[in-house]
């Protein structure tokens, strides 16, 4: 949405938002991380032994059990999306608001359960830090469409949640003896997602407590100049050790490096980042 809308696109944009709306209206409780190119709602996983994977990646799936996991990080991708639109000026809908308020109860009834994080682990669910953080945005932003574009809402209960969210994030998810925030609460590992929440705005950027945790992930997960997600050890995923860099990770530190203010290293990063796309300008 933000790119078609910077891109002008704005009548392209209003389409996706109301195929959004009407995709989630009335199913909050399964809302769905995810659909086929075409819309198709059933996803249904298989593997294709038949098939080699790019460069003998195995197994081959098809379609993706993930459709079917609980993600609490979407609820703050979509309220975040439908703020970013009012606020570029897409022509508001009666209809995107109701289902917001209902995206909003019901995340206040499901806010403290585990889920399989933006990750899609199949280690089981855990309560993971980043996920907490993506609920304070989805309460956040409902609470600034309503104060910028005077939408009725519960305002006062939502301050509210949204308080308690951000408090448990700190309590939880926080670790003092290592000074980072950590992948999940109660826990000491780390997770690039983190790196999100000074751009999302939970904290600023100069924060202390996000300066430690920009900090550990440069020591932890940094191979060779590039972000790995997490270590593999302490997801449980069945996945093997070794795995590459996740290069959208490595766009996140360039921000935050950027936000503290050290733009010659940011500068670098970035245009090592730039140096591996192919020769069609694309990043795989």
């Not at 996706?16 to 989630?24: K, S, Y």
């Not at 991380?33 to 298989?46: K, N, Q």
Request: hydrophobic share 45%; glycine share 10%; charged share 25%.
């Amino acid at each position: 949405m933000r790119a078609l809308m910077r891109g002008g696109n704005f009548d392209e944009a209003a389409r996706w938002r109301d195929w959004l709306v009407r995709a989630i209206a009335g199913s909050p409780g399964q809302l769905q991380i995810m659909y086929g190119v075409a819309g198709e709602h059933r996803l249904p996983e298989w593997e294709c032994d038949r098939l080699v994977g790019y460069e003998g990646a195995v197994p081959v799936r098809i379609g993706n059990a993930a459709a079917d996991q609980l993600q609490l990080d979407v609820f703050g991708e979509i309220m975040n999306a439908l703020h970013e639109a009012r606020v570029a000026g897409l022509p508001d809908d009666a209809a995107a608001w109701n289902v917001q308020m209902t995206l909003i109860g019901h995340l206040e009834a499901i806010w403290r359960s585990r889920d399989e994080g933006i990750w899609e682990t199949r280690g089981g669910r855990r309560n993971f830090t980043y996920s907490k953080v993506m609920c304070w945005v989805a309460v956040d932003r409902a609470i600034q469409s309503a104060e910028q574009f005077d939408l009725t809402g519960p305002l006062d209960p939502w301050r509210g949640l949204r308080g308690e969210i951000h408090a448990g994030v700190y309590a939880r998810g926080f670790s003092k003896q290592r000074n980072t925030f950590v992948q999940e609460h109660e826990g000491t590992a780390l997770d690039a997602s983190l790196l999100l929440m000074a751009i999302v705005g939970f904290l600023p950027p100069e924060d202390d407590r996000i300066r430690g945790t920009v900090a550990a992930i440069e020591q932890e997960l940094v191979t060779t100049g590039f972000v790995s997600r997490y270590r593999i050890e302490t997801m449980h995923d069945n996945l093997k050790s070794g795995e590459g860099s996740f290069l959208a990770c490595s766009f996140w530190l360039v921000e935050n490096i950027s936000l503290q203010g050290r733009r010659d290293e940011a500068d670098a990063m970035f245009e090592k980042l730039l140096a591996i796309r192919n020769d069609l300008g694309l990043i795989m």
